[in-house]
Structures are given as structure tokens and as C-alpha cells.
């Protein structure tokens, strides 16, 4: 599951103090990173939404790793298997299509 | 292709028990089970050896050793992370000793200063900006990825542009997960690194976010 962080990030309701650093911003960030790769427990999504209310820093990590997920997602130029390499491959095993 | 020495590492995965295929369901498998997964295995594979002769060699050699030992494929199991395994396993036996990437000394070196508690506490963060990364273009994404050294890269590729989850990634590279997650992040850092070094160098503005 992907939360969607952008919310609490940028509404001026409820606004209250929020760190500018992240004293444990290493073991966040890897938390950070599990949720975007649909990979945190329970416990470190509970973290995550925790954080993203007061803590300024990991707002922004969140961004960053969410962008160059998404840079190498879209952005990197997928290659495809040339047509030849197939056909050689189905020809030397005698694969018929 | 090569025999596997001791020195090597076993190319095939191991199956539970080995199934006696006949030669329609051979054809069947292999059409309908492994060749979807081509460009998938083409790509990956350019990514690992950044070069096309050998990414052509490598998914040829690998597609044919998967039909060779198409026993020890279990039908409907998933055979992409099974394909991704034999020609990530054929890349470090065949491939990569002669390849253009860093030596394996860099590697070493790298890993070990990500891996200091040093390096744990910097900062990656507050150089980079996000409006940076939305502006570049796909070349400059992928020049700063095929810079990191292989086995970063190729947690990279598998995460992010192939999508194969953590379990996965764990069955493919013949590690545990923890060692996954651990080399992701790491891997990140490094790639972000690249990023900001590439961005300055092109007059990005990197000072705040």
C-alpha cells in the first residue's frame, strides 16, 4: 500500500510545530522506502503516519524517494529483445510458436 | 555454454522434485510461461552488461539453458523470477569477469562505506531537489544508474523498473530479505549521490530543496 502523504504535507489545517530535522532520519527513510516499495509492516506504517504529521524532514524524504522511484519507473528507457534474437532462440531449440 | 565449476555458482535453482515434461508441453511452457517475460529478460539484462552483443548472448544462453533444465520448473510457479534468477546467477559466471563495470575492488570499497555508521548518518536528502529529479530526462536517470556499481544497480532494476517484490528479489539474488532491504537502501543513497553530483555538474540548482 502507497500512502498518499500529500495531504497531511501541505494543508495549513491543524498546523502544529514540525521538526526541520530528523534525528533517526536514516531508519525513517528506510521505512520511507518500504512503504513506496508496498513493503512495510504494520508497525512501520503506523511509524510513517506518525512522522508525516510533525516531522518536516521525513515530508521531504518522502518526496525525494517517491520522484526517483518514479524517474526510474517511467522515465528509463525500457529496451526490447530484438525480433532476430527471438527467432534464433525458438530456431535452435526447435520451439514451434 | 559453460559447465558449472565449484567456484561458480549453481545457475539453476533448485526444484523440490524434477518434473518429466513430453515434448508438446515443453513447446507449451516455453511459449506460453517464458517467452513473455523476453523483454523483461532483454532489458535486464543490458542493464546488467550495458552492452547489446552481450545482453543477446546472455538471454540466448539463459533461455536456452532455462529449456534444458525445464525439469526443474514447477508449471504455473513464477517463472519470471525463475528466468531473472538463471541469467542473473549466468551474468556473474560468464559475464561480468569480462565486462565494462568497476572492478569488484570498487564494489568492495563502496559497499564498505555504506555500510560504516558513518556513512549511515549523512544526509541524503537536503542536496537534492525534487524539482531537479521531475527535470531530467530519462538518459540522465539511466546514466546516473548504470554508474553505480552491478549489484546496486541490480537491486535497483528489480525494485523499481521490474517491480519484483522483496521475496522475490531474495529468491532471485540468493539472499535474505534483510540483506535486500538493507542493499536497497544503499543503493539509493548511492543512486541519489549520482543524481546530485550529475545535476550540479549540469547547473541544476541543488543548494535547498
Known amino acids: ?97 | 555454454m559453460s559447465v558449472i565449476m565449484s567456484e561458480e555458482i549453481e545457475e539453476i535453482p533448485l526444484a523440490s522434485s524434477e518434473t518429466s515434461y513430453n515434448d508438446a508441453e515443453k513447446n507449451d511452457i516455453f511459449n506460453r510461461e517464458f517467452m513473455p517475460h523476453i523483454n523483461s529478460m532483454y532489458n535486464f539484462a543490458f542493464r546488467l552488461t550495458m552492452d547489446e552483443d552481450d545482453a543477446n548472448d546472455l538471454v540466448q544462453d539463459t533461455y536456452l539453458k532455462a529449456f534444458r533444465f525445464i525439469s526443474s520448473f514447477e508449471r504455473g510457479t513464477n517463472a519470471k523470477a525463475w528466468l531473472f534468477r538463471i541469467l542473473k546467477n549466468s551474468f556473474i559466471n560468464d559475464y561480468r569477469k569480462r565486462s565494462k563495470e568497476p572492478s569488484k575492488v570498487d564494489y568492495q570499497e563502496v559497499e564498505t562505506t555504506y555500510n560504516s555508521e558513518e556513512a549511515a548518518e549523512v544526509d541524503h536528502t537536503t542536496d537534492l531537489r525534487v524539482e531537479t529529479v521531475q527535470d531530467m530526462i530519462g538518459d540522465e536517470v539511466a546514466t546516473a544508474l548504470n554508474s553505480l556499481p552491478v549489484d546496486f544497480r541490480t537491486v535497483i532494476i528489480l525494485c523499481d523498473i521490474e517491480g519484483f517484490t522483496y521475496e522475490e528479489m531474495a529468491k532471485i539474488l540468493d539472499i535474505p530479505i534483510g540483506t535486500v532491504r538493507s542493499r536497497l537502501h544503499r543503493a539509493r543513497n548511492l543512486l541519489k549521490d549520482k543524481l546530485k553530483v550529475y545535476a550540479s555538474s549540469m547547473g541544476y540548482n541543488t543548494d535547498e530543496y
Open chain 1, 1 to 97: 500500500m502507497v500512502l498518499d502523504m500529500h495531504a497531511s504535507a501541505s494543508t495549513g489545517e491543524n498546523k502544529k510545530y514540525q521538526k526541520e530535522y530528523c534525528e533517526h532520519h536514516t531508519e525513517c527513510l528506510k521505512k520511507i522506502q518500504a512503504v513506496l516499495d508496498g513493503e512495510a509492516s504494520e508497525a512501520e506504517k503506523e511509524h510513517f503516519r506518525e512522522n508525516m504529521d510533525d516531522c518536516l524532514h521525513c515530508i521531504k524524504m518522502y518526496h525525494l524517494e517517491k520522484c526517483v522511484k518514479e524517474a526510474l519507473q517511467a522515465k528509463v528507457d525500457k529496451r526490447l529483445c530484438p525480433d532476430n534474437l527471438i527467432a534464433t532462440i525458438k530456431s535452435k531449440l526447435n520451439i514451434i510458436s
